[in-house]
């Protein structure tokens, strides 16, 4: 079975240009997060979806950063302007109803490193 | 608020055991974890245990947990190179309905 899929993997640009992030969770899995890995921060939660529903957004760092979830199988995190500072890897993961570990058993995507310049 | 802490650095010669230790503060956390993660990819749900449990094994994995003071043990025996990788504690906050994951342990296993 297919995984957590991201894209881009790797994501250059300038500062100032739009950032879209993509992901596409695990089938039957009916919650989403996305995440931030930074080293100076460690790993952040910035938004997670149940039901396709944003639940909780306190993560988002301020409104450049936006995410959708327009159906169970595809999430964007969009980063408008994007700033050298937003520079990170961005992890989705997706965890299913009711998992063998609880609600904690996420399920990582291998992540999209950005790099603004 | 909820916080999970460990420390960030351990280095080992393989073969030896490693122990990785992690705090936390919820105590309505009904499950801990740990996860794994390898250079260049995403977490991976290493191991869990219950709250209502002490000890769990899983092959070379032990996890421990004293919930009088909080504190979670990952002990991985016989370490080898492939075990490198950064480990992260994480809570599940009954309080908030997050998963709150610790700053993450790197584990270096020298050959």
């Known amino acids: 079975d297919a995984g957590v899929i991201q894209s881009p993997r790797h994501e250059v640009t300038e500062m100032g240009q739009e950032v879209t992030l993509r992901c596409k969770p695990i089938?039957?899995?009916?919650?989403l997060f996305w995440y931030r890995q930074t080293m100076m921060r460690g790993l952040e939660l910035l938004i997670y979806f149940n039901n396709n529903v944003p639940i909780d957004d306190s993560g988002m760092p301020e409104d450049r950063f936006s995410a959708k979830m327009p159906n169970a199988s595809f999430s964007t995190l969009k980063i408008q302007p994007s700033e050298p500072r937003d520079s990170a890897v961005y992890f989705c993961a997706s965890s299913p109803p009711s998992g063998r570990a609880g609600t904690g058993e996420l399920f990582f995507g291998e992540g999209s490193r950005l790099t603004v310049l | 608020g909820e916080d999970v802490e460990q420390s960030l650095f351990l280095s080992v010669r393989e073969g030896d055991s490693s122990v990785i230790n992690c705090t936390y503060t919820?105590?309505?956390?009904?499950?801990l974890y740990w996860y794994k993660q390898e250079p260049g990819a995403g977490l991976q749900l290493l191991t869990y245990i219950f709250s209502n449990m002490d000890m769990k094994q899983d092959q070379r994995l032990t996890v421990l947990l004293n919930k009088k003071d909080k504190h979670l043990s990952l002990r991985i025996a016989d370490t080898q190179t492939g075990d490198s990788a950064i480990y992260f504690c994480?809570?599940?906050?009954?309080?908030?309905?997050?998963?709150?994951f610790g700053q993450g342990t790197t584990l270096q296993v020298k050959p």
């Open positions: 919820d105590s309505s956390s009904t499950y």
């Open positions: 089938s039957g899995h009916n919650s």
């Open positions: 994480a809570e599940f906050s009954g309080n908030t309905g997050k998963l709150i």
